[in-house]
């Protein structure tokens, strides 16, 4: 019998106070808003998490550009035929706009019967003709570019939903074709992603093409806080030993709204016959009654004596999915609660499935990218009206070192991690830190009385205006050019993912840190880890910025951790609403009396990951990771090496001396092995 063990990630309590569904006197709500402001730019990025209504903030903008601003034509590219159902026929004018959304039914590639050979001509027929609005694939959308050349496409609108699926990568077709069209400067584009990161840490779009685009930010937490009905999101991982087929039942809430997500057939986690799968999870869950007719879906007897509606979309005959996937999509069962209770999935029912009263997403063997965990979660952060209370749970084979497999078990339970500290940072509210001033008392536009905090000892204000929590750092360095700016104004979140998805940063942080009984200091995590990547993904930016960017994203992750870690602690039950996170970032203020950016640095970011580990593996489970990545582990790096020795001459500016190798200070001896380090490179070298 298997055995599974809990990992308490994330749990995030929001105020529920309607904002983000409320709309103008334009029926635009929050989000969209924001984005038709910025109507006017030629490049526009919406970041917004699903659900948001990207969507129809698209509709706002191109109707304003083919009615306002002589843009001739639009085009909406979607990753999968599915989602090009979410730019139907809206009429806007009834909810106030100015204009109605429509797409001729000839020109919704998405429906349309064939393969992308028929599809890619009907592109051109479009832009030949005087039809304003057409919806395709991104497939249909690449081959139409290859064929034609981007001029043709010169003086219309080119809007791209799920944009994580661009990349930099050369090999990635879509993204040389938005290179071409930013080159040519004859086209406009917005592009649309509820998840500006990718899963393989290739950049989506180089750096001097992001910069020509005008950024809209909506965060989760700001749609989450906003909603009516849901006030709380877990999202958990348990490892199992076994089969997690027997594991199941210990995760899986019969009562809740469920879409499960089976492993790969290539996966570790998989048993290599998926069918098999699908009927043990549907034996687990009681006594099959048969087939209902009109949907498809599998009729369940609990023990209870409910009977449950599953829809399997895993079944590989194409008729009996398709009645199923129809079913699922009907506009009239929409508000209805009880047509499906549990779907059972592959590759379906991430992206873009809209399904309002999934509780729980429960998701089996890690996946392959970040971007796939948020889409999935995604699918039960919809608001429904009784809808308090959703979760994510990921269910991961514990390593086992009897497994060949115990490399990949291990790189999973990295990703994992990564991808819960990457979700604590998304779903939690947005941070402006500002530098420590001396005689800095109250600042304008903080809401210290209402929220709590005394101004004479807290470090921590809320602004209203902005919707951010304002800290305040001794030593922080700010950052000075504008892209500097705007990257710790708006994307501390990529820093943070380019951080956390490193592996060395991971590795060392989690098993071989001071905690662990390893070497790795928690500086070289801070300073030297991020800092190299940082200089990586932002090389055209002077040292000073760098440098900034570098602190304002560690103080980032480390205050969420240890405030997560101080609620942990002690134990301060089930917080009120939209305070749990921040009630500990102000414990840790006010613990350390005043927060300074050197005892940020002082913290390893994946310290209270560990803990939580240690708790949720055995201890052979904990010694086999290690032993794994001990096996492979690099003592320094010439890189490293050199950011070592950067960093000791600004020790030399502050103190007038270099570090010592003798120095019972950690850190201070490690700067000086940098130093020694490249001494004996310079040396080995001369002497060959």
Known sequence: MAESKHIPSVSVNYACNGSSK????????VMQERAYEKRGEQYLLIKSPPASGKSRALMFVALDKLNNQGVKQAIIVVPEKAIGASFNDEPLSKYGFYWDWAVLPKWNLCNAPGEDGGKINSVKAFLDGSDKTLVCTHSTFRFAVDRFGVEVFDNCLVAIDEFHHVSENPDNKLGAHLGQFIARGSAHLVAMTGSYFR??????LAPEDEAKFETVTYTYYEQLNGYEYLKKLDIGYYFYSGSYADSILDVLDPSEKTIIHIPNVNSRESTKDKHKEVDHIINELGSWQGVD????????ETAEGKTLRIADLVDDEPAKRDKVAAALKRPQEKNNRDHVDIIIALGMAKEGFDWIWCEHALTIGYRSSLTEIIQIIGRATRDAKGKTHSR???????????????????NDTLKA??????????LAPRFNFKPKKAESGPTEGFDYGEAGYDPKTTNVGFNEAQGVYEIEINGLS?????????ICREDLNEVITSFVQDKPALERGLF??????GETLPEELTQVRMGKIIREKYPELDDDDLEAIRQHAIAAINLTQKAKGIINKNGDGEPGANTALIDGVRKFAMDVRELDIDLIDHINPFGEAYAILAKAMSEDSLKQVAAVIAAK???????EARDLARRALKFKQERGRLPSLTSADAWEKRMAEGIAFLARMKAEAGNG
Do not use: C, W, Y
């Open 417 to 426: 991690i990564a991808a819960s500290l990457l979700m604590e940072q998304v």
């Open 293 to 300: 007719e009109d949907t498809g879906f599998h009729l369940v």
């Open 22 to 29: 409320k709309s103008n006197e334009l029926g635009m709500r």
């Open 512 to 517: 071989d840190s001071t905690e662990a009984g």
């Open 478 to 486: 700010e950052p000075k050019s504008p892209e500097a700016q705007r």
């Open 392 to 410: 994510f749970t990921n269910l991961i084979g514990e390593p086992d070192a009897s497994e060949a497999a115990v490399t990949d078990a291990v």
């Open 633 to 639: 582990r690099v003592n320094l790096t010439p890189e």
């Open 199 to 204: 899963g393989d840490a290739v950049a989506v």
